[in-house]
């Protein structure tokens, strides 16, 4: 059997990101596990499904369970909340039990915040890294951006995080503190989404002109001067 690892749309409907061989597959399971079981539903009706007649169940601590449905022989659909599943997500822990447990992973074509702001952004794609959530302590999270910039000028890569909404302008303002004035950041916000913004600078640039991000759905990615 088949844990189906399923991106959900950055915004808009589900029609508008995903293939239709994509929601073909998904109308044809009934036992999902989830991030977030009122998101689910919502996506899952939008597909056009009858959530009553489905079996949702929440990613927990004890993931073991929620792979029942491979073990009766069902397939089994993975959700996030929004985005791809097991990336900076809980269902990386059901993804690795079914390894665990022989079972196949399948991961369906679709959205991903991170490659799309990576394709749009104009620094390094030859070379990147997603480093998640930077620390939410001011002096750590110093400390961590100059690693992370570090790393960049030293590997040549492109470092790649998020942050939660509401700590955005928080980290934005932690990056133009800490950065050398040449290092590029791109700020890539509301991806897919009507109020979407993708820009690239120079810390220089963005000292002189720092908008406020708000509380928007954001990847931060940051390119060193590689000299």
Not at 165 to 172: E, G, K, T
Request: aromatic letters at 6%; charged letters at 20%.
């Amino acid at each position: 059997m088949i844990l189906y690892a399923i991106p959900t749309p950055l915004g808009g409907t589900p029609a508008d990101s995903l293939p239709g061989p994509s929601l073909d597959l998904i109308r044809s399971l009934k036992d999902f596990a989830v991030e977030n079981a009122k998101s689910a539903r919502a996506f899952l009706g939008a597909v056009g499904m009858n959530v009553r007649e489905l079996n949702i169940q929440i990613v927990q601590e004890d993931v073991g369970a929620l792979l029942q449905p491979l073990r009766e022989g069902r397939p089994l659909g993975l959700l996030s909340e929004a985005g791809c599943p097991a990336i900076a997500d809980p269902g990386a822990r059901l993804v690795e039990a079914a390894h665990a447990s022989g079972f196949r992973v399948v991961p369906l074509i679709g959205p991903s915040s991170i490659t799309l702001a990576l394709m749009a952004s104009g620094l390094e794609g030859q070379r990147f890294a997603f480093c998640g959530y930077l620390p939410r302590e001011p002096a750590a999270r110093a400390k961590r951006i100059r690693e992370l910039e570090q790393r960049s000028r030293r590997e040549r890569e492109t470092e790649i995080f998020i942050e939660t909404p509401y700590r955005n302008d928080a980290l934005f303002k932690a990056l133009l503190e800490a950065c050398h004035p040449s290092t590029r950041v791109c700020l890539a916000a509301d991806l897919t989404l009507p109020g979407e913004s993708i820009a690239t600078r120079s810390i220089a640039q963005w000292r002189r002109a720092a908008p406020p991000i708000g509380k928007r759905p954001a990847v931060f990615l940051l390119s060193a001067d590689f000299g």
